[in-house]
């Protein structure tokens, strides 16, 4: 089994890399470069809580000079690879939520009654006597699916967003990648989000590479994913379980088992 892994870098070497470990051989074209940028350190010394749900975002941690001073705050992220990277990084208090930044909210409301007030309240912090701990934080890109403010804001949680890296399309196909998909040489293609899957398809598109294409079969991370293979044409569809990485490469596994 051939596949496409789509994913921006390091991600998809590192994809490359497992799968290849078990025997599947995969070809690489990020379709998104993204930029990592410093966090704001005023907000991060305020916050009470911070919450990630990108790896991406936790990367933008890895070099803040401030890093030390946030190790025992409640974290909060998406995913258990995500979590792992966290603990890695010093993290103590991590809480890892299935899927999405939905999947957070009721984790975050839990923290913020259980953990946040009573901790400021036997600290005895100033900002208690004005009514309220600092804000938690959402370490963001510069594109979100689903903004966790206003439930936050319901339950009369203070949230900040501050972007911490933004997406930028690829501009073309490396050349290697649009030969096999005029050939129809992939089995699967792998598409993790909705930026990239709509940025594949006007490569294909702008390449004539429709026909060869259309053989191959998607693997998505959501059905919003799957929908925009409407453009293209492609039968063949296959969604995650669940969007988290974990259930994406087990779809991989049960595919490529069943190809064989």
């Keep these: 089994m051939h596949l496409l892994i789509t994913r921006p870098e390091p991600d998809a070497t590192a994809m490359r890399e497992t799968l290849q470990a078990e025997g599947l051989s995969a070809d690489v074209a990020p379709l998104l470069e993204i ?6 350190a005023t907000l991060l010394k305020r916050a009470s809580a911070l919450v990630v749900t990108s790896r991406n975002g936790l990367r933008a941690l ?6 030390t001073d946030l190790l025992a705050r409640p974290l909060l992220v998406v995913g258990r ?5 966290a603990r890695d990084l010093g993290f103590q208090d991590v809480t890892v939520g299935p899927a ?17 007030l009573p901790a400021s309240h036997a600290a005895k912090l100033p900002e208690i006597a004005a009514g309220m701990p600092g804000p938690v934080v959402h370490l963001s890109g510069d594109k979100i699916s689903f903004d966790l403010a206003p439930p936050l804001a319901q339950a009369g949680i203070p949230l900040e967003r501050t972007t911490v890296y933004s997406s930028q399309p690829a501009q073309q196909l490396p050349q290697n990648v649009a030969e096999t998909l005029a050939r129809s040489g992939y089995d699967a293609v792998i598409l993790m989000s909705p930026l990239t899957a709509d940025t594949y398809i006007d490569l294909v598109l702008e390449r004539g590479l429709t026909a060869g ?25 296959k969604i995650a379980r669940k969007p988290n990485i974990e259930e994406m490469v087990a779809l991989i596994r049960e595919t490529a088992a069943q190809s064989d």
Excluded: H, Q
């Excluded at 690879?81 to 990277?85: E, P, S």
């Excluded at 991370?221 to 293209?232: D, M, Q, T």
């Design 35 to 40: 930029a990592v940028n410093m966090p704001d």
């Design 62 to 67: 890895e070099g803040f000079p401030g890093l």
């Design 81 to 85: 690879a995500t979590g792992a990277a």
């Design 100 to 116: 999405t930044a939905k999947d957070l909210v009721p984790l975050i409301i839990a923290a913020w009654r259980n953990k946040i």
């Design 213 to 237: 294409a259309r053989k191959a079969e998607y693997l998505c991370l959501s059905r919003g994913i799957s929908e925009r293979l409407v453009r293209l044409g492609a039968g063949k569809l």
